[in-house]
């Protein structure tokens, strides 16, 4: 492996190292794959080229003494410092202070800690990290050549500089440390198999026996033992969720106050536990020949349990590319509905290469999903999540500093962003970079006017670098804080001169310079619990104080903010509220007029108007007339116009219409509830009275209640009883309306399956499944034919993809009037897209002109969508002239994937053309 005689040479090779005038292979060299390369603390794993190579630290002499190495805890080897470096000094964490990228964390009654900037802002955390171990992860993500053992290693790598309490899991709910307790479980096989998901009996020091520990040995333990227990099996994950809610939480486990408890899921694959497949639109014993056995109770079980025990659950889809695909789109699917809400702060969908970066690291930062949810952002925040000169120098272990740093040292960060990332949320669903986003108020907001800015930016003041009274108040802009001078910040408002304090916007004087309630608190967090309104009207929003709700007149964003008041949208004033409820249940005994929202009981918006017309209701913005609304019809807000696809999924009030592309309510959920309302609800055919919760609801009901197709009217009677159907006499069918003048015709559709597709398309978060489902939309509406020579308007439908992507099923490639092998083909293309570069339409042409009957005296139309390039090919000529030999006429639609016409949409048009 290392031949050589030259130093040069030898280094050059990463496997080698010159020793004693000969060069010889690294000791690291030897560790054959990223698992146990990364769990050698002298090694390092390079991804780029898949070897194992010595750590910078790995052979380094005297450690400790190397301002770039330290020496490891766990294993007491040499590796790459971090902040535990500066831990246990015992010099009041002057090291640490005087490092620019840690900072010293004094807990009240506690012993300091030096911490990565980045962990600040951490509450005690006991955290489950449970993780995939199916068959599936076996495979490359990523950078990773093993999902599974890329996942450990990263998981390693995040313990290394995680802020551990140090204890070990002996210690269970008697904790008294600040930081991070975690614990690892693995799922795959269900109970059936009675799953081993983590070590047991394990001796202090070696594992976390399935408990939480703080101690970075026995966490390293437990990665080991799950690298070697890799269960590659299915995808339940019922029996991990148990685990760790019968055990991990528990009181005597885990305190029942002061820590938080977190449990983060890490999928790739859509959950077998509902309904025993993990195929997107449900499979069951007649269609899978790998049938599975569901578990969903027990799934519902775990989740319910955990949420007695106070717990948060987070998840994570983890991809195998940098693009969407069906599989992680599916696991979303599956993982979603068992999370906490908001959605938006409780789930990530991401390629396993960005995982580190933007999830783990990111735990603790408020302008991040997960940490905007953990850190629960109030005025104490890092010093570069504060993107504006006023919010900055109102925290006083902040300073704002010009000109903005022109790079960042850390993957992916943004200058203007004080050097933190785009959220991945917002890469992922619009593509949005730095310069689509500005930081403010502790909050990143990216649109496509955002204008970024780049004046300067928030930093940790110097006085935070003084160690001592001495040194700290040697500085005239800086103040001891805490007992025997814990911590040195910079003066703001108190130990100002009445001079000074008066030219500060934040500062008044009352005896001594103070701070100015309200005016000086810059999130929304803690304006409202310091009793402030967050006046969002302006950009940036400020704090102000609360006078009276008149004050409110003509301001109807202000007045919905504050709970003792309530907007009149019939008078556009603002009146004193009807709702002086102090708790949540007197709040719902006036489920009319009010709702408990957060901590306090509001005046339910747009109720002034439930005496109105409905004509007077819509003219109050953001009001809707419920007509189904018991006792009597009633003016209510009409939330749901205002979600978005994937939050209008969650919500059980609310539905998507996917003909619309709008958001509205659920029809069922508009009932509400009331001494008629049961009566209203079974009297509509989609709904049920559910009488097992309190209060009793109309609900949606779970079995299928769509209109019933046309065609399956038998007779001339029944088909005389639906809406929008009518009998053709003819043929001796029941037709739809709209399907009237449809001659006999086979209709052959060509979707694109190309990459292009694979992007959002209008309110679709994937164009391909879009165009997909609007054809399995239209089938109802078109006269199938009941079999192959029925005529008198009949219509047989088959689906091709853009590619000729070799489907076997009936309707893939031969026009038919079976729903249900069309429906089945439909299933089979979304399981199957080719996703090549651009459409290949001659291939999909050739298969159509193959299936169709030149002879058969029936109108022949094809159908072409496409949503970018098309790839003519040699044979488009060829399948061109064979259709139009036998008559067919091609159709085609360049689907766009916004209102205005793309480069790629006018590409698409043009080669249709």
């Known amino acids: 492996i290392c031949p050589y005689v030259s130093a040069r040479k030898c280094r050059a090779n990463g496997l080698c190292r010159w020793s004693r005038d000969e060069c010889v292979e690294k000791e690291c060299a030897q560790h054959g794959d990223e698992g146990t390369c990364e769990g050698d603390a002298a090694c390092n794993f390079d991804l780029d080229k898949q070897v194992c190579v010595d750590s910078p630290c790995g052979f380094v002499v005297n450690c400790d003494a190397s301002p770039d190495c330290m020496t490891d805890p766990y294993k007491g080897e040499c590796v790459e410092s971090n902040c535990k470096k500066f831990n246990n000094l015992n010099d009041g964490g002057c090291a640490c202070k005087k490092n620019p990228e840690c900072t010293w964390h004094h807990a009240p009654g506690g012993e300091g800690t030096c911490l990565e900037e980045r962990y600040k802002q951490c509450p005690d955390m006991d955290i489950a990290m449970v993780i995939d171990g199916s068959l599936s992860m076996k495979k ?35 904790t008294k440390k600040s930081g991070f307790r975690v614990t690892f479980v693995q799922f795959s096989h269900p109970h059936t198999k009675d799953p081993i998901m983590h070590p047991y009996d394990c001796p202090v020091g070696a594992c976390t026996d399935g408990l939480f520990s703080g101690d970075q040995g026995e966490l390293m333990g437990d990665l080991a033992w799950q690298e070697r227990n890799y269960m590659r099996g299915y995808t339940y994950l019922h029996p991990a969720l148990n685990d760790v809610a019968d055990r991990a939480f528990i009181p005597e486990n885990s305190p029942v106050s002061g820590r938080k408890h977190i449990v983060m899921v890490f999928a790739d694959g859509g959950l077998t536990d509902f309904d025993g497949d993990s195929c997107m639109n449900g499979c069951g014993v007649n269609k899978d020949k790998a049938y599975k056995e569901s578990f969903a109770d027990r799934l519902l079980e775990a989740q319910a349990k955990l949420k007695t025990e106070h717990v948060e659950m987070y998840g994570v889809v983890l991809r195998m590319k940098p693009y969407h695909t069906f599989q992680d789109e599916n696991a979303e699917k599956r993982l979603v509905p068992l999370l906490a809400k908001p959605t938006s702060t409780h789930f990530l969908n991401v390629y396993m290469d960005d995982l580190q970066d933007t999830i783990l690291d990111g735990l603790c930062d408020p302008t991040q999903p997960f940490g905007k949810a953990i850190t629960g952002a109030d005025d104490h925040l890092v010093c570069t999540a504060w993107g504006l000169e006023d919010e900055c120098n109102a925290d006083s272990f902040c ?175 603002c009146d004193q509220t009807t709702c002086p409820y102090a708790t949540e249940d007197e709040c719902n005994t006036d489920a009319q007029s009010c709702e408990w929202r957060g901590s306090g009981c509001y005046k339910k918006p747009c109720v002034n108007a439930h005496a109105q017309s409905p004509a007077t209701c819509d003219d109050c913005e953001g009001c809707r007339w419920n007509e189904h609304a018991v006792p009597e019809a009633q003016c209510v807000d009409n939330h749901c116009q205002k979600l978005t696809e994937a939050d209008c999924a969650t919500d059980a009030t609310c539905e998507f219409n996917s003909t619309t592309k709008e958001c509205e309510a659920e029809r069922c959920a508009d009932i509400g509830v009331g001494d008629d309302a049961e009566v209203k609800c079974e009297a509509e055919r989609c709904c049920g009275w559910d009488s097992t919760v309190t209060p009793a609801v109309c609900k949606k009901k779970e079995e299928p209640c769509e209109d019933v197709p046309c065609s399956d009217s038998q007779s001339s009677c029944q088909c005389g009883l639906q809406e929008g159907c009518f009998w053709d006499e003819a043929s001796d069918t029941c037709k739809s309306v709209a399907a009237a003048q449809c001659p006999d015709m086979d209709l052959a559709f060509v979707i694109d399956g190309s990459g292009e597709m694979n992007l959002p398309f209008a309110g679709h978060p994937q164009g391909y499944y879009g165009a997909l489902e609007a054809v399995r939309d239209v089938l109802p509406v078109l006269p199938l034919a009941k079999d192959a020579s029925a005529t008198g308007g009949q219509v047989r439908v088959s689906i091709v993809q853009g590619s000729g992507a070799s489907c076997t099923e009936a309707g893939c490639s031969t026009p038919t009037g079976d729903v249900a092998a069309l429906n089945s083909a439909l299933d089979w293309h979304a ?47 060829t399948a061109k002239a064979a259709l139009a030999g036998m008559g067919a006429q091609v159709f085609g639609v360049a689907v766009r994937k916004q209102a205005d016409q793309t480069a790629a949409d006018a590409e698409a048009e043009a080669a249709l053309g």
């Open 140 to 174: 490359k993500f990523g950078s990773h050549h093993h999902g599974f053992k890329g996942l450990l290693s990263i998981l390693r790598s995040w313990v290394a500089s995680a802020p551990l309490t140090g204890e070990d899991h002996t210690v269970k709910a008697d």
């Open 399 to 573: 300073e704002w500093v010009a000109p903005q740093p022109t790079t960042c040292e850390n993957p992916g960060g943004c200058p203007n962003l004080g050097c933190h990332r785009v959220p991945i949320n917002e890469v992922d669903k619009y593509e949005y970079k730095c310069d689509n986003c500005k930081l403010q108020r502790g909050e990143i907001i990216c649109g496509r006017d955002v204008v970024p800015r780049t004046e300067g930016w928030c930093r940790p003041a110097k006085c935070t670098t003084y160690c001592g009274e001495e040194e700290c108040q040697a500085d005239p802009d800086c103040k001891c804080a805490g007992d025997n001078c814990e911590s040195c910040e910079r003066i703001v408002c108190d130990g100002l001169d009445d001079d000074e304090c008066k030219d500060n916007a934040i500062c008044e004087v009352e005896g001594s310079c103070q701070k100015i309630n309200c005016t000086s608190v810059f999130t929304k967090k803690n304006c409202e619990e310091n009793n402030c309104l967050w006046d969002t009207s302006v950009d940036p929003p400020i704090c102000e104080q609360i006078i009276t709700c008149a004050d409110f007149h003509g301001k109807k964003d202000k007045c919905d903010k504050d709970p003792s008041c309530g907007w009149n949208c019939t008078t556009q004033m």
């Open 831 to 877: 399981a199957n897209q080719d996703g090549q570069a651009t459409q290949n339409v001659a291939a999909a042409l050739t298969k159509v002109a193959g299936s169709m009957d030149a002879g058969a005296s029936r109108m022949k139309v094809v159908v072409v969508v496409a949503g970018g390039a098309i790839d003519d090919g040699a044979d488009l000529d």
